[in-house]
């Protein structure tokens, strides 16, 4: 079945720096969204992706699904204290209406 | 605005007790799913449904079972509970097909003694 694999758990980043984190599939998917979890809360929708090759951008933050669909990256320029949380990332799979998580990347910022 | 709830925040149920626990969205969502929640592991689909009195199994669907009668409410129901289903347990809905978002509710913290 579908797998979805997050990379890195943890990003430990000073504030100011810049970091990615990727999301990779074990099958094509139909789109990709990326949600975000605050400390406490419940997972928040960022974006969604649908089309190869696109790249959407939010303020600071860059998104990128891969050409074959089976990839996405999430690059977050300039880190500030309010990015703090567990990004995840999540697939559709082509042929199903099935939403499966990563595990997360949980960033935290030292000031 | 998208309203999923869920029935209670936290829960403490003994082994072995049957735990229902309830999820409403009010938007007219078709789709909705089930997901656990443990550290290091992400959210990890139970089972979910794309439309009434339709089911499918997720990635970990042992030891559970649901149930979507109506359209707005879909229940998680765990048989037997066990001290390994201590868990975050989060609803979600969406509204159709592939390309839209999933709304969550606040989640029910379940531990079984």
């Known amino acids: 079945g579908q797998q979805v694999m997050q990379i890195p758990q943890y990003q430990h980043v000073q504030e100011g720096e810049d970091f990615t984190t990727y999301c990779n599939s074990s099958?094509?998917?139909?789109?990709i969204q990326w949600y975000k979890q605050r400390p406490g809360g419940h997972p928040v929708f960022l974006i969604q992706l649908v089309k190869s090759g696109e790249v959407k951008k939010q303020k600071r933050l860059t998104f990128q699904f891969g050409e074959a669909k089976k990839n996405s990256s999430l690059h977050i320029t300039a880190t500030q204290t309010t990015d703090v949380g567990t990004y995840f990332c999540?697939?559709?799979?082509?042929?199903?209406?099935?939403?499966?998580f990563g595990a997360g990347t949980t960033v935290t910022v030292r000031a | 605005d998208v309203k999923v709830t869920q029935s209670s925040r936290y829960l403490v149920k003994r082994t072995g007790e049957k735990v229902f626990l309830e999820c409403v969205q009010d938007m007219d969502h078709e789709n909705m799913f089930w997901y656990r929640q443990d550290p290091g592991l992400g959210l990890r689909l139970i089972y979910f449904s794309y439309d009434v009195k339709m089911k499918e199994k997720g990635d970990i669907p042992e030891g559970y079972s649901v149930s979507r009668e109506k359209k707005e409410r879909f229940s998680l129901i765990l048989e037997s509970a066990s001290t390994n289903q201590t868990s975050m347990y989060l609803c979600?809905?969406?509204?159709?097909?592939?390309?839209?978002?999933?709304?969550f509710g606040q989640g029910t913290r379940l531990t079984v003694v």
């Open positions: 099958t094509t998917l139909s789109n």
């Open positions: 979600a809905s969406s509204l159709s097909s592939h390309t839209t978002e999933a709304f």
């Open positions: 999540a697939g559709v799979g082509s042929n199903d209406y099935k939403l499966s």
